[in-house]
């Protein structure tokens, strides 16, 4: 069964204090791994796709990598504005097509 | 503005009522996604359309149903509503097949009394 586990689940750091987000998958055929950023009450919003190992990406103050274990979300000196609750998802190929499968988050606090 | 609509925003309804959410695209997006989110189970995934055409199918149960219509837009039907179906429901829309990233819509938010 595919499985996206992200720790932790909460993570509360002051302004400039950097840090990182883990994301664990278990999936039979990795075809991405995703990272959204989500909002209360609003629609995830896209951040990184990565699709192999040793893969890295960045936009501003995030950058993300990929292990065939394991993701991370980097972020460095947050600000304030950084606070909000960060989705990683992978997406497999399965006896069925195709599966999305979504972490439960973490939710970040940035304290100015 | 991620440019995918949804409407409606809220829906109060029944136990046992029957409820359509709909959806558009972004401009260009050919491939639908449907998605429901509580506070208990997070995001699951529950069925895709690619150009009219059924593609995947999560964890959506008997009396959900959607479909993708020729101008793209798509809606999800839910039916014989049930307490715990309260949750947003959310919409993306990429612009091809593949492991390409998904553009969500602001949700519909279903209670169900």
């Known amino acids: 069964e595919d499985q996206v586990t992200q720790s932790p689940e909460a993570l509360r750091l002051q302004e400039g204090e950097s840090s990182s987000l883990n994301c664990s998958y278990t999936?039979?055929?990795?075809?991405?791994l995703f990272w959204y950023r989500q909002d209360p009450g609003k629609g995830p919003e896209f951040l990184f796709t990565?699709?192999?190992a040793g893969e890295e990406k960045e936009k501003e103050r995030l950058k993300a990598t990929l292990t065939k274990k394991e993701s991370f979300l980097h972020i460095t000196a947050p600000k304030p504005e950084d606070s909000a609750t960060y989705l990683c998802?992978?997406?497999?190929?399965?006896?069925?097509?195709?599966?999305?499968?979504f972490g439960p988050g973490t939710r970040l606090s940035v304290l100015p | 503005d991620s440019g995918v609509t949804q409407t409606p925003k809220h829906l109060i309804t029944a136990t046992g009522q029957r409820v359509t959410l709909r959806c558009s695209p972004r401009?260009?997006?050919?491939?639908v996604y449907w998605y429901q989110q509580s506070l208990d189970q997070g995001l699951q995934f529950l069925i895709q359309?690619?150009?009219?055409?059924?593609?995947a199918k999560g964890n959506i149960l008997e009396r959900f149903s959607a479909q993708q219509f020729p101008d793209l837009h798509s809606e999800l039907n839910l039916s014989s509503l049930e307490l715990g179906d309260s949750a947003l429901y959310f919409c993306?829309?990429?612009?091809?097949?593949?492991?390409?990233?998904?553009?969500f819509g602001p949700g519909t938010r279903l209670t169900v009394t």
């Open positions: 998802a992978v997406q497999a190929s399965s006896n069925y097509g195709q599966n999305f499968v």
């Open positions: 359309y690619y150009n009219g055409e059924e593609r």
């Open positions: 999936v039979s055929g990795l075809r991405g």
């Open positions: 401009s260009g997006d050919l491939s």
């Open positions: 993306a829309s990429s612009p091809r097949q593949g492991a390409y990233e998904q553009y």
């Open positions: 990565l699709y192999s």
